[in-house]
C-alpha cells in the first residue's frame, strides 16, 4: 500500500520518486510472478501540472483525468466511518503485466461514489494535500478502506501487508481489530506487516494531532489498551506506529538504515536499497544495443554486468543516439538552440531546499569561467515544488535567474512540468547526472539510478544509494566529503568548491580529451550499477529478507 503509484505518463497518480518507485517495484513483481496486489487513491485531480511564469515562479494546474480510459471499475463497495459519516469507497483495477504475461493487480481507491455527498466526495481528489485534516481522511481510506477493499475482491489470503511510508500505516489498527479477542493481537498483526520507511528527516514523518484522531475515527475505533503504542504525547506519528505494529521495519539504502535508527532508537531498522525498472528506464538506443549482446537482460537485469563484453564504439554511439533524441527535443519544443557534442549536465528532482539545486550557479563567474575554457557547456533542470512550499518556489526561481544571467556563455534550459516520459529522455540523454543534497538527509534517490542504466555517470553529494554506488573515476565522482566525517558548517561553500574543482581539472578534460576512458566510465557505470541498482534485485530482497520472515 503506497499514497501514490506511478505506472504511466498518462495516469498523474504520482508526484515524484516514490510513487515511481512503487510503480517500478510492481512491475518487477509482475515480471517475477510474485502474487502480490498493490493498493493506492485514485486521485482523480492529479499532483498537478507545473507552469512557471515569466519571472520563473511557479503556477499550478489541476489535471482531471479520466481513470475508464486505462482500469475499470470493480463493482465492490466498502464503507469506512468519518467523522461519524460513512463514507462509501469504490475501486478500479489496473492490471500491470509482465514479460512473461503474469499479471498484478493494482486497486485504486475513490470516493467519488454517488453514495457519498458533500466534501466527502472528493477525498481521494488531490495528491498530498497540506491540510492536516484532509491529510487525515485521505490516509484513513488508504490503511483502512485498503484492508476492507481487499477482502471485499476476495483477497482474504494475504500474508504479508507493505506500507510503503507511514502514509499506510492506519492499517495495523484495522488488523488489530480482527485480532482484538487474541491475547497476542499485536503480535498478530506484526507477524503480517512490513514497514519501509523512506523519510530520514523528523519533519517528514506525518503526524496528527490525538483530539483530531478521535473526532476523525470515533473513540471507539481505537482500543483503550494499545493508546500507548498508537500515541505519544498526544500525537499520532504515521511512522512510530508502523513500526510498532511491524515485524519487519527498512530504511531504502545502507546509510538511510544508519540515520533511521539514529532518527527513531530502540528500533530493528534494516535496510533494502531502492532500485529501479530497467526495462521502462533504459533508453531505446541502449535497448538495442542489449539485445544484440545481452539477450535475456529484461528479465535478468542482473546480466548487464557483462556489458564490460560490449566495445566502447558501441557504447558510445547508443549514448550519442540518446543524446541526440534529447537535443532534438528541447531544441524543437523550447528553441532552446542546444549542440549535440557540448558537454550536457542533467539535473531533475523534487524542488526544496536540501536538494540544493542551485549549487551549480552560487559562483556564476566561476562556472562561466570553466564553460569559456572547454568546448562548450549546456545545463538541463527540471523539477516540481509541492504547492505549499514556497521556499521550494523560491529555489525554482533562484534557479531560472542564475540561468538567464548565464545564458550567454552556457545554454541552461529550466523545463516544467516534469513528468515520467521527460524523465526517461534526461536520464539517457544527458552526459553527466548532478545530485546535490545535503547531508545526511537524502533517503536513497533513484534518478542516478535511471541514468547509470544508460551509461550516464553520476556526480554527487555522498549520501543515500551513491554512497554505495560511487567509485571514484570509475562510475562517477563524489562532491564533498563522507558523511561519516560529520558536516561542515560551510558545507555549502566547500560542496561547491569541490563540485567546480572536478568539472574543471578532471570530468570536463576527460569527457573532451579521453574519449575512451569516457566511454569505458560509463561501461562500468552500467556493469556495476545499472547491474545491482535495479527494481528486480531490490523485489527479490524484498521477497527474501522482509516477506518469508517468521
Known amino acids: 500500500l503506497c499514497m501514490e503509484v506511478g505506472l504511466q505518463n498518462e495516469m498523474p497518480t504520482y508526484a515524484g520518486g516514490l510513487g515511481i518507485l512503487a510503480g517500478d517495484m510492481l512491475k518487477s513483481a509482475a515480471d517475477l510472478k510474485l502474487p502480490m496486489i498493490g493498493v493506492t487513491l485514485i486521485h482523480r485531480k ?9 519571472g520563473g515562479w ?34 478500479w483495477r489496473y492490471r500491470v503485466v509482465g514479460v512473461s504475461g503474469h499479471e498484478i493487480p493494482v486497486v485504486f481507491l475513490d470516493t467519488d461514489d454517488p453514495a457519498n455527498t458533500g466534501e466527502f466526495r472528493y477525498i481521494t481528489d488531490r495528491l498530498y494535500d497540506s491540510d492536516q485534516r484532509w491529510r487525515f481522511l485521505q490516509e484513513s481510506v488508504l490503511g483502512i478502506a485498503g484492508v476492507r477493499m481487499l477482502e471485499a475482491v476476495g483477497a482474504n489470503r ?14 495495523t489498527l484495522e488488523l488489530y481489530r480482527r485480532y482484538e479477542s487474541s491475547e497476542e493481537a499485536i503480535e498478530e498483526v506484526r507477524a503480517r506487516a512490513v514497514f519501509t520507511t523512506h523519510t530520514p ?12 484522531v478521535n473526532r476523525i475515527l470515533g473513540t471507539e475505533y481505537i482500543p483503550a489498551q494499545i493508546n500507548n503504542a498508537v500515541f505519544e504525547n498526544g500525537t499520532l506519528n504515521m511512522t512510530r506506529l508502523g513500526f510498532n505494529f511491524s515485524n519487519h521495519i527498512n530504511g531504502v539504502a545502507k546509510r538511510h538504515g544508519v540515520v533511521a535508527r539514529e532518527l527513531f532508537p530502540g528500533y530493528r531498522i534494516e535496510s533494502i536499497t531502492n532500485g529501479v525498472y530497467a526495462r521502462e528506464w533504459v533508453s531505446a538506443p541502449f535497448a538495442r544495443l542489449f539485445d544484440r549482446f545481452l539477450p535475456g537482460w529484461q528479465a535478468d537485469p542482473h546480466s548487464l554486468r557483462y556489458v564490460l563484453s560490449i566495445p566502447l564504439d558501441e557504447i558510445t554511439a547508443a549514448h550519442r543516439e540518446a543524446k541526440l533524441t534529447l537535443i ?32 551549480l550557479f552560487s559562483d556564476p563567474e566561476r562556472l562561466a569561467r570553466i564553460a569559456k575554457q572547454s568546448k562548450g557547456i549546456q545545463i538541463i533542470f527540471a523539477g516540481k515544488a509541492h504547492p505549499a512550499d514556497n521556499e521550494g518556489k523560491q529555489v525554482i526561481q533562484r534557479v531560472i535567474e542564475s540561468m538567464r544571467k548565464l545564458d550567454v556563455d552556457i545554454r541552461c534550459l529550466y523545463i516544467e512540468d516534469y513528468d515520467l516520459d521527460l524523465g526517461k529522455l534526461l536520464v539517457s540523454g544527458v552526459d553527466l547526472w548532478l545530485n546535490t543534497p545535503m547531508r545526511p538527509q537524502e533517503a536513497s534517490g533513484t534518478s542516478g539510478m535511471k541514468a547509470a542504466l544508460n551509461g550516464v555517470p553520476q556526480c554527487s553529494t555522498l549520501d543515500g544509494w551513491w554512497l554505495e554506488g560511487h567509485i571514484e573515476g570509475v562510475t562517477g ?3 564533498g566529503i563522507h558523511p561519516e566525517r560529520g558536516v561542515s558548517a560551510d558545507a555549502d561553500r566547500e560542496d561547491a568548491d569541490d ?7 578532471i570530468i570536463l578534460p576527460k569527457f573532451e580529451h579521453e574519449h575512451d576512458e ?4 560509463m561501461r562500468q557505470t552500467i556493469a556495476i550499477n545499472g547491474s545491482f541498482f535495479n527494481s528486480h534485485r531490490m523485489v527479490e530482497q524484498y521477497v527474501l529478507g522482509a516477506y518469508f520472515i517468521a
Do not use: C
Open 158 to 171: 494475504i500474508t504479508k501487508y507493505h506500507m510503503n511510508e507511514g502514509h499506510a500505516a492506519l492499517l
Open 201 to 212: 528527516v523528523a519533519a517528514g514523518h506525518d503526524h496528527f494531532e490525538q483530539g483530531m
Open 518 to 521: 569516457w566511454a569505458r566510465i
Open 477 to 479: 565522482w563524489s562532491i
Open 46 to 54: 492529479g499532483f498537478f501540472k507545473q507552469h512557471l511564469d515569466e
Open 58 to 91: 511557479q503556477q499550478e494546474e489541476e489535471i482531471p483525468w479520466d481513470p475508464s480510459r486505462f482500469m475499470e471499475l470493480l463493482p465492490h463497495r466498502v464503507v469506512v466511518v468519518l467523522e461519524g459519516v460513512p463514507v462509501t469507497v469504490r475501486a
Open 499 to 505: 563540485l567546480y574543482r572536478k568539472l574543471e581539472s
Open 328 to 359: 532534438e527535443h528541447v531544441n524543437e519544443t523550447y528553441r532552446a538552440g542546444m549542440h549535440k557534442d557540448y558537454f550536457t549536465i542533467g539535473f531533475a528532482r523534487r524542488a526544496t531546499a536540501y536538494k540544493r539545486a542551485h549549487m
